[in-house]
Nanobody
Framework: QVQLVESGGGLVQAGGSLRLSCAASTRASYYVGWFRQAPGKEREFVSAITWINDSTYYGDSVKGRCTISRDNAKNMVALQMNSLKHEDTAFYYC?????????????????WGQGTQVTVSS
């Protein structure tokens, strides 16, 4: 089992930046991804990264504004979010997937953290 703990959420003004961190108990997964869900919205793919080759993936809504990175020595994945918008307000989840086929499908992720709230004031 992979245990995941998110941190770094909070309140930020529009145009500001926030750095989310995901601490994983092990690297026994292929992808580590970030998803978000706002009230009344479907769960949305934000970004993902692989432990073994540092491949990165981004959702259309955040491409160009977010950077995902990992530190294998610390079992940590970070999501740097810049130029934040009110529309980025959501509950953000870190997740780990054992599968290699698709990085963007939340149904393929096996383990989920508790999440962290990101609120962007307008």
């Amino acid at each position: 089992q992979v245990q995941l703990v998110e941190s770094g959420g909070g309140l930020v003004q529009a145009g500001g930046s926030l750095r989310l961190s995901c601490a994983a108990s092990t690297r026994a997964s292929y992808y580590v991804g970030w998803f978000r869900q706002a009230p009344g919205k479907e769960r949305e793919f934000v970004s993902a990264i692989t432990w073994i080759n540092d491949s990165t993936y981004y959702g259309d809504s955040v491409k160009g504004r977010c950077t995902i990175s990992r530190d294998n020595a610390k079992n940590m994945v970070a999501l740097q979010m810049n130029s934040l918008k009110h529309e980025d307000t959501a509950f953000y989840y870190c997740a780990a997937s054992l599968y290699t086929a698709n990085s963007r499908d939340p149904s393929l992720y096996n383990y989920w953290g508790q999440g962290t709230q990101v609120t962007v004031s307008s």
